[in-house]
């Protein structure tokens, strides 16, 4: 089995950092991914590591250490349309499809 | 990319019937899997849908009630069956399209809100 954690509510002010956190345990780990969902929408996706190290993408980086069971999403300059839930989702070798985390629920406020 | 269309986006049923969920592709897929996001929960997978074989499904999850079709490699429909409140979730098609070819994002539909009263 599989087990992701990740905090389940987080608040950030707006132009500020934020860093959402993932851990995970799995057998067979090939590769991990953020992704983004506002109420009401389906995930988009936001980020995919499977080697070690730090993936930037404009405002969002993320970061990964296999070793550690550990990933990281880094939101830059934070705006309110960043208020949403970020889904953590690991895929493993046992299985085709992605393993999600409970998200994390994030509020920028003003 | 893969463009995903899933329809119904949303519907109010009655508890005892049943409703089939539908998920269009506009390319060819190996695997297509079908999530279930609770209220205030994260995506629970259901079941992975392959072309030509039954569907795999995941622990608590079961044909009788949540049998799945997949008649051809663009094409798939989930159906709720007997619903109860219980089932009162936001059902998600996705598919990874190139995962066969290296690139491994997994592309959602717009997702269903299926509310049992």
């Known amino acids: 089995g599989q087990n992701i954690d990740q905090p389940t509510e987080m608040t950030a002010t707006e132009g500020a950092i934020v860093q959402i956190n993932c851990t995970y345990q799995t057998s067979g780990f090939n590769g991990l991914f953020w992704y983004q969902q506002h109420a009401g929408e389906a995930p988009t996706f936001l980020s995919y590591n499977v080697l070690d190290g730090l993936e930037e993408k404009g405002r969002f980086s993320s970061f990964l250490s296999r070793s550690k069971g550990y990933s990281y999403l880094l939101l830059k300059e934070l705006q309110m349309k960043d208020s949403a839930s970020y889904l953590c989702a690991v895929y493993s070798n046992s299985g085709y499809a992605l393993n999600f985390g409970k998200g994390t629920s994030l509020l920028v406020t003003p | 990319s893969a463009v995903i269309s899933q329809k119904p986006s949303r519907d109010i049923c009655q508890r005892g019937t049943s409703l089939t969920i539908q998920c269009q592709v506009d390319s060819q897929v190996t695997m297509m899997f079908w999530y279930r996001q609770q209220p205030g929960q994260s995506l629970t997978l259901i079941a992975t849908?392959?072309?030509?074989?039954?569907?795999?499904?995941e622990s608590g999850f079961v044909i009788d009630k949540f049998p799945i079709s997949r008649p051809n490699l663009t094409f798939s429909t989930l159906t709720v069956s007997n619903m109860s409140p219980e089932d009162s979730s936001i059902y998600l098609c996705s598919v990874d399209k190139d995962r066969e070819r290296g690139n491994t994002e997994a592309f959602f539909g717009q997702g269903t809100r299926l509310t049992v009263v």
């Open positions: 849908a392959n072309q030509g074989s039954e569907a795999t499904y």
